[in-house]
């Protein structure tokens, strides 16, 4: 649990001129598809790889 935790924080985090992806992410996370989140976040958090 404490990943999806993680992970919904780093979404929370997004610029705000990303909401569609926002939100994709957030659907992903709901599908437990964390794999593809991190690909994503790590494009825009570099560091993110390291949860």
């Known amino acids: 649990m404490q990943d ?3 992970t919904l924080q780093l ?3 997004l610029p705000s001129g990303q909401q569609a ?3 994709a992410l957030r659907q ?3 599908s437990f ?3 593809v989140i991190m690909t ?3 494009k825009i958090f570099p560091t ?3 949860l």
Do not use: H
Request: net charge neutral.
């Open 4 to 6: 999806k935790e993680r």
């Open 11 to 13: 979404i929370a985090n």
């Open 21 to 23: 992806l926002s939100q």
């Open 28 to 30: 992903l996370a709901g």
């Open 33 to 35: 598809r964390f794999d």
């Open 40 to 42: 994503q976040l790590d």
């Open 48 to 50: 993110s790889s390291c």
